[in-house]
């Protein structure tokens, strides 16, 4: 029997892909759930107990959430990427990861084929399928649930008929968590007008007053909490997330471009995503000088939206890496966050390469390094140009 690796989360297509291909397709199944920080150590035991009584031939459950970090979410910090201004891009960077794991699986069992359970609506399809063109020229890809164009009640009936025992009620909120936030999906998300209520959020506000906090960073990666320094940033996250979340912060719905060209609304928490990538970008604001500020902003958001079509194994997204990286050198510090329900507010920063040094002056105040002369004549050479342009244009 031929190989293939299906790419499996346990959700209603991906059960039904596992069921089709071995039983129609005939084909040996291997199921790789990929964890990239969403799945607790009960919810993999019961992937596993699902997808064996599938009939797999084997599962296997990777945990990829440190190179997760390493590879995609470090960037998006360093950069402060937020899609729209909006979108920490919590679903989009972890989708390149999980392609790539699968993609890696299927060289390491000599698989012939590769399958996914998209659709033909999202913008999943185009991110594993590019993935795997490029990691496995010569590897089949299967897309069932697209190709088939199935409706739910077709993959429903399917299951059913073959015996296959699950919740088929439809969730009124589908729910995708990663390390780096929840995307919230619901008949509210479907329209242009409505939010989504307070039931539809997976974090409750729980959380009453207000709580200070202190978010320390090491060259760009925040590595400690309240002075409680961690062994990695994904632990820094995590912890954040747990303090944050309850009180309701992070929520908001996203709108967007489709990689397959129409707008999209979804709904996310991202707690800590939030919190760090605005108190890093304020740490920034202090220790790096105008023009590297301006460049980080040009290339940072290229880089996401380019992640966010599925574009991470481009070379160029290494070159901006490697800009973003060195951008990193003297944003250390501490930064003082606090905590509302359903808002936050970064107070100020503690750094030894702060720029607002007072050594220098006070804006509005005093200065130690100029005359009024010099400035008299800076402004004089600095507006020449405008100058001498209306003089010649007869513009008064």
């Known amino acids: 029997m031929d190989k293939v690796v299906l790419a499996f989360s346990g959700g209603l297509d991906t059960t039904y892909c596992a069921l089709y291909l071995r039983q129609v397709k005939g084909l040996e199944v291997h199921a790789l759930t990929v964890n990239t920080g969403g799945f607790s150590t009960e919810e993999i035991a019961q992937l596993e107990v699902r997808a ?71 913008n999943d399809q185009v991110r594993f399928d590019m993935i795997f063109q490029a990691m496995l020229p010569g590897v089949e890809i ?27 009620e439809k969730a009124n909120y589908s729910i995708n968590k990663g390390l780096w936030g929840t995307s919230v999906g619901g008949k509210e998300t479907l329209s242009s007008k409505e939010y989504l209520p307070e039931e539809a959020w997976p974090t409750p506000c729980t959380e009453k007053g207000a709580r200070q906090i202190e978010i320390e960073f090491y060259k760009g990666e925040p590595i400690a909490l309240d002075g409680k320094r961690f062994n990695h940033p994904v632990e820094t996250i ?23 060209g129409i707008k999209g609304r979804v709904g996310f928490e991202a707690a800590a995503p939030m919190l760090i990538i605005k108190a890093h970008h304020l740490l920034e604001k202090h220790t790096l000088t105008k023009w590297q500020l301006y460049w980080k902003d040009q290339l940072a958001n290229w880089y996401g939206n380019w992640l966010h079509e599925g574009q991470m194994l481009d070379p160029t997204m290494r070159n901006i890496e490697k800009f973003l990286a060195d951008t990193q050198s003297t944003v250390s510090g501490k930064v003082f966050v606090t905590l509302q329900p359903y808002r936050f507010t970064v107070t100020g920063i503690e750094s030894t390469h702060d720029l607002m040094s007072s050594k220098f002056g006070s804006y509005g105040e005093m200065n130690k390094g100029w005359s009024g002369e010099d400035v008299k004549g800076f402004a004089r050479i600095f507006g020449n140009q405008n100058v001498i342009f209306h003089k010649i244009n007869g513009e008064s």
């Open 52 to 122: 064996n009584k599938l009939g797999v031939a084997s599962f296997r459950c990777v945990d990829t959430t440190r190179e997760y970090y390493e590879s995609c979410i470090k960037y998006l910090v360093f950069g402060n990427v937020l899609k729209n201004a909006t979108y920490p891009l919590s679903v989009s960077a972890e989708r390149m990861v999980q392609a790539i794991a699968v993609a890696n699986h299927v060289k390491e069992i000599g698989a012939s084929s590769v399958a996914h359970g998209s659709t033909g609506a999202g």
């Open 142 to 168: 299967l897309t069932p649930i697209r190709d088939m164009r199935l409706s739910r009640q077709q993959e429903i009936d399917f299951l059913k008929e073959h015996g296959v025992g699950m919740n088929f």
């Open 238 to 260: 995590q912890r954040l997330q747990a303090i944050a979340q309850p009180y309701g912060i992070g929520r908001d719905i996203h709108v967007g471009d489709t990689i397959i």
